[in-house]
């Protein structure tokens, strides 16, 4: 992430500067289109898509309690 510019974020395809909504992670699994809200922060968002990329890299192992993720590291 070194030299991005965090404040953007992609809507439509397009790189646009948002501080403020709700922001959501969308990817495709098994052939379905999946979305998730993430929050209302860049700051969410950038932390949400952290976890969820290191989650299909294999990296961190995905555990939902009481319909909350939690991550532990593998």
């Known amino acids: 992430m ?3 510019n ?16 709700t922001f959501y992670l969308d990817w495709r699994e ?4 999946r979305t998730r809200s993430v929050g209302t ?14 989650i299909f ?3 961190i192992s995905e555990r939902r309690i009481m319909g909350v993720i939690t991550a532990v590291f593998a």
């Open 30 to 33: 098994n052939g379905q289109r």
């Open 6 to 21: 965090r404040s953007l974020v992609i809507i439509d395809g397009k790189a646009r500067r948002s501080t403020s909504g």
């Open 2 to 4: 070194e030299g991005q």
């Open 41 to 54: 922060s860049p700051r969410e968002a950038l932390d949400a898509w952290q976890l969820q990329s290191g």
């Open 57 to 59: 890299a294999g990296e």
